[in-house]
């Protein structure tokens, strides 16, 4: 599938989305080239939008694997948290994000009944920028990772 923009002399832009080969666009444009310039771009690049659901799939099971049956010891938790957000950091950039700037933000701490609360503030366009995030419990630690992705303009 092709994303095609169709821009007049007037500079006006007019944006369809068609399922056909370039040279069969070509045929149905044949008429329009004298008052049109056509500029192709594969959808798959121009619309790879940033995906909540599947990074909350990547996030979840990579939390879950690195882990469960981890005991909470102080002075492991800031290599742990370092090294869980490089791994969620790089399966998401795998994915093929090519225009988002991709934050990681990893907590953990110990578990002993309290409640936390956690926030982050961003300037962001809505239209484009979103968030996934998930908790991890078990019997001695809680994990909250959240990953940002952030459109470059």
């Keep these: ?10 500079e006006n832009v007019f944006m369809t989305v068609f399922k056909a080969d370039v040279k069969d666009l ?3 444009f044949g008429a329009f080239l004298n008052r049109f310039r056509i500029f192709v771009v594969k959808v798959s690049r121009f619309f790879s939008r940033f995906k909540p659901a599947i990074v909350k799939e990547f996030i979840h ?3 879950r694997e690195r882990l469960s049956g981890v005991k909470y010891e102080a002075e492991k938790i800031p290599e742990l948290c370092s090294s869980l957000a490089e791994c969620i950091r790089d399966k998401v950039k795998s ?4 225009k988002y700037k991709i934050i ?3 907590m953990i701490g ?3 009944g309290q409640g936390v609360k956690m926030c982050s503030r961003f300037f962001w366009d809505a239209d ?3 968030y996934a995030e998930d908790v991890f419990m078990n019997d001695s630690l809680f994990c ?3 990953v940002f992705g952030c459109y470059f303009y």
């Design 95 to 98: 994915i093929g994000f090519d």
């Design 26 to 28: 070509l045929q149905l």
């Design 104 to 106: 990681v933000q990893v």
């Design 110 to 112: 110990e578990q002993r």
């Design 61 to 63: 099971d990579i939390v």
């Design 128 to 130: 484009t920028d979103n």
């Design 1 to 10: 599938m092709y994303f095609f923009f169709l821009v007049t002399k007037l």
């Design 144 to 146: 909250v990772a959240a």
